[in-house]
């Protein structure tokens, strides 16, 4: 009994997508953090699918990361191992869309999943949040979240929706960097190429709080599909523009990270412009054009962050500078909620590395 009961560590391969958006430098953000928790709970076994150059770098992937390109492959390694009983298996961060295609890694990797946990394996889900609340996707996600030992969603509404597990933050906000020093002399813009474009009281606002606050306007490319965009709003706002062609996305990121580094604010609708501009010490402003979603209210509120998005729908300019010139004053504030958020995180990866070693012992 007594040697039953005892917690063993157990290093089994780790099986992960990495796959994402190729053109979002923010799903690489999340995929390598998660990547760097796990490798002290094992071999990783990476697919990355046809990335593109500077994805996998992004990644982060060392020499003892076996990566893989071809989906065939990796998942028949994973059941290979999943039959000797030696894999785990960890799902991507990042938004389901839950859709049939959205759903794909969801119900493909079923099969996968029941060899993982019949030869006490285990299975977790770290840092996922859903974009639609429809009833039958959710029926469908049911057998997958079932087979999980562990399911942590990154903003309380994916949790209610989904019925199983625990809120966690996003998992990019746990890139660590030094904030606390530096010179802070420039305003980062980056909206999404997909919505309205902003609102003459919009641009006239934001010129308004970068000029009473001695800032450059830097207008910036996260994600490739928002470069035309990017021209133009710094055309608009008579900034400069740190564009992107898609490829070198490490070197795109570390581009981005060294103007977030001197940014008092970053302005943007994209949820990991303002995570990322964040964690190296800038005060996020979600200044959207219109309320139709609440993504990034969402996911900041599962950290600890609240009121940092601004409906500019209706606004005067004198308003929306109003409205960012209060978030500028709230920079301390701000920058220790960051920090309980990563202790939270810190909290998270012990949880994973725990679920991920210790051995089954149904």
């Known amino acids: 009994m007594r040697k039953r009961a005892a917690k063993q560590r157990m290093l089994r391969d780790i099986f992960v997508p990495a796959r994402g958006q190729y053109d979002n430098i923010g ?3 999340l995929r390598r953090q998660l990547l760097d928790w796990l490798r002290a709970s094992g071999p990783l076994h990476v697919y990355v699918g046809e990335a593109p150059d500077g994805y996998a770098e992004g990644l982060g992937l060392g020499p003892d990361d076996v990566q893989y ?5 990796w998942y028949a390694a994973a059941l290979a191992s999943a039959a000797r009983g030696r894999a785990s298996y960890v799902f ?7 859709t049939l295609i959205g759903m ?7 099969p996968v999943l029941a060899l993982v946990r019949a030869r006490h394996g285990r299975v977790a889900r770290v840092g996922v949040g859903s974009r639609n609340f429809a009833p039958l996707p959710r029926a469908l996600m049911a057998p997958s979240i079932a087979l999980s030992n562990v399911s942590l969603w990154r903003d309380a509404e994916t949790a209610g929706y989904l019925g199983q597990g625990s809120i966690m933050p996003d998992l990019a906000f746990a890139n660590v960097s030094d904030v606390s020093n530096g010179v802070r002399d420039v305003l980062v813009v980056s909206m999404r ?18 000029a009473d606050n001695g800032l450059e306007i830097w207008c910036v490319t996260q994600v490739l599909r928002d470069d035309d965009k990017c021209g133009q709003l710094a055309a608009d706002l008579g900034g400069q523009a740190l564009r992107w062609n898609g490829t070198g996305h490490d070197e795109q990121e570390q581009r981005l990270r060294a103007l977030y580094r001197r940014a008092a604010l970053a302005v943007s ?13 800038a005060v996020p402003a979600a200044l959207l ?15 600890g962050l609240h009121d940092v998005s601004i409906i500019s729908a209706g606004m005067t300019a004198d308003e929306v500078a109003g409205r960012l010139q209060n978030l500028i004053g709230r920079r301390t504030a701000i920058l220790a909620g960051l920090a309980e958020a990563q202790q939270e995180l810190q909290t998270v990866r012990r949880l994973l590395d725990q679920v991920l070693t210790t051995e089954s012992v149904r």
């Not at 949820?271 to 190296?280: D, Q």
């Open 27 to 29: 799903d690489i953000l």
């Open 289 to 303: 054009v219109d309320g139709r979603s609440d993504k990034i209210a969402r996911h900041f509120a599962a950290a």
């Open 92 to 98: 991507k961060p990042g938004e389901i869309q839950l």
């Open 104 to 110: 794909k890694e969801h119900l493909a990797m079923l």
């Open 69 to 73: 390109r071809s989906f065939r492959r």
């Open 269 to 281: 609708d994209r949820l990991h412009v303002l995570v990322g501009a964040l964690t190296e010490g």
């Open 193 to 210: 190429s997909d919505l309205d474009y902003p609102s003459a009281a919009w641009l006239a606002g934001v010129r308004a709080v970068a």
